[in-house]
């Protein structure tokens, strides 16, 4: 039956495809209805051609959407522009809907990971460890030093699972659960702490080495004493990390973007209240890679403004913003984060599906600087790439 099904499909006329490695592995036909001969045909050929697509690092989602990506020329790779945010992974996000959330951004097309030792409760790592255990080649991994997860007692890890219950079923509850939850606190950097980190971090993550360490909000001090830069060095020389980053403020920002410092990633707050990212372009003198984040973290005041000034609202539905205030807010600072970083990545939350779903819309939408500024002049907010 293969056989004769091989040949069927080297002579059948008008397919596209006539391999018989692909008619091996074809299921088999209800011979009954012709149409199951092609149907199956046309369906070996999408997933040959998604599999050339993977081959040639093109990443394609199940929802046929090619995800825009960026060459990071630190880590001499392209990788996702959007980024996956992991700080929630292991707190209020639980390892099995992690990982499930992780998967479905990777089917997506999303390559580029944001995590810390501190994130999750101090459970990120190991759970963003655990999904890449099977494809470390094809995804791009940021952790980083500085900051320590909360001391949590054994019943608080306990009750973390029926918190989460808790907020799923009354949403209202998240506010006063974010309010009684430890908070991670800095420790300052030393030589010791980089090395011991670096090696404890690759044990959680399940591998040998990370795309990028990041020194996570360090000082401005701290970022030129000569053994924090020794230490870093030697992290790339011993192949442990790819490159170096700092996350931080607009001052360590502004430091490491010093000539004759190694930091070849600056990792920054960005939003049309708080424009780090212009900053630090106007600063640059030569090339950089930035990654940003807190896209919506200045929703709330957004929304105010809309509000007080209604013709802001109206320019924004002439450029195809439709919705209640909060809505086009959302949208709004959505494009203006993904505008304005277009070489970069920006981290976004993804851990609902309905998240993702907007993120790549908006990203799909990709609005011109010009176009968002013609409708936020009024409010001094300039977009600048």
């Known amino acids: 039956?293969?056989?004769?099904?091989?040949?069927?499909?080297?002579?059948?006329?008008?397919?596209?495809?006539?391999?018989?490695?692909?008619?091996?592995?074809?299921?088999?036909?209800?011979?009954?209805?012709?149409?199951?001969?092609?149907?199956?045909?046309?369906?070996?050929?999408?997933?040959?051609?998604?599999?050339?697509?993977?081959?040639?690092?093109?990443?394609?989602?199940?929802?046929?959407?090619?995800?825009?990506?960026?060459?990071?020329?630190?880590i001499g790779s392209k990788v996702s522009s959007i980024g996956f945010g992991c700080a929630s992974l292991g707190s209020r996000i639980g390892v099995r809907k992690g990982i499930e959330t992780l998967e479905r951004a990777y089917e997506a097309g999303v390559t580029w990971y944001d995590v810390a030792p501190?994130?999750?409760?101090?459970?990120?790592?190991?759970?963003?460890?655990?999904?890449?255990?099977?494809?470390?080649?094809?995804?791009?991994?940021?952790?980083?030093?500085?900051?320590?997860p909360p001391k949590t007692s054994a019943t608080m890890r306990l009750l973390k699972p029926l918190s989460r219950i808790a907020v799923a079923t009354v949403p209202a509850l998240k506010q006063h659960a974010s309010r009684v939850r430890p908070t991670p606190f800095k420790v300052p950097l030393s030589a010791a702490l980089i090395t011991s980190s670096v090696e404890e971090s690759l044990g959680r993550l399940r591998t040998d080495y990370v795309d990028v360490l990041a020194l996570h909000r360090p000082t401005a001090e701290e970022l030129v004493r000569e053994d924090i830069i020794r230490a870093v060095e030697r992290v790339i020389q011993d192949g442990k990390a790819r490159a170096i980053s700092v996350a931080g403020d607009l001052e360590a920002g502004m430091t490491a973007l010093q000539e004759s410092l190694p930091y070849r990633f600056v990792q920054i707050a960005n939003t049309p209240l708080e424009s780090n990212l212009a900053k630090l372009k106007a600063r640059s003198h030569r090339h950089r890679t930035f990654v940003t984040h807190?896209?919506?973290?200045?929703?709330?005041?957004?929304?105010?403004?809309?509000?007080a000034r209604k013709e802001i609202l109206v320019a924004l539905g002439d450029l195809g913003y439709h919705g209640s205030p909060t809505e086009i807010a959302i949208a709004f600072l959505a494009d203006y984060a993904f505008a304005t970083n277009s070489a970069g990545v920006t981290l976004v939350s993804m851990f609902k599906k309905e998240h993702l779903d907007f993120n790549l819309r908006r990203l799909k939408h990709d609005p011109t600087p010009d176009r968002l500024n013609a409708a936020i002049a009024a409010l001094d907010m300039g977009v600048e790439d």
């Open 1 to 74: 039956m293969e056989k004769h099904l091989a040949k069927l499909c080297m002579k059948s006329p008008g397919v596209a495809i006539r391999n018989p490695q692909i008619c091996h592995f074809m299921p088999p036909f209800n011979w009954g209805r012709s149409h199951d001969f092609l149907t199956c045909l046309l369906t070996e050929r999408r997933k040959i051609i998604r599999l050339r697509k993977r081959r040639l690092g093109v990443p394609i989602s199940k929802r046929g959407f090619a995800m825009k990506r960026v060459f990071v020329e630190a």
């Open 294 to 307: 807190g896209t919506f973290s200045g929703l709330n005041r957004i929304v105010a403004k809309f509000n």
């Open 118 to 148: 501190s994130y999750g409760d101090g459970m990120a790592e190991s759970i963003w460890g655990e999904f890449a255990s099977r494809k470390r080649d094809r995804v791009c991994v940021c952790t980083k030093v500085g900051m320590r």
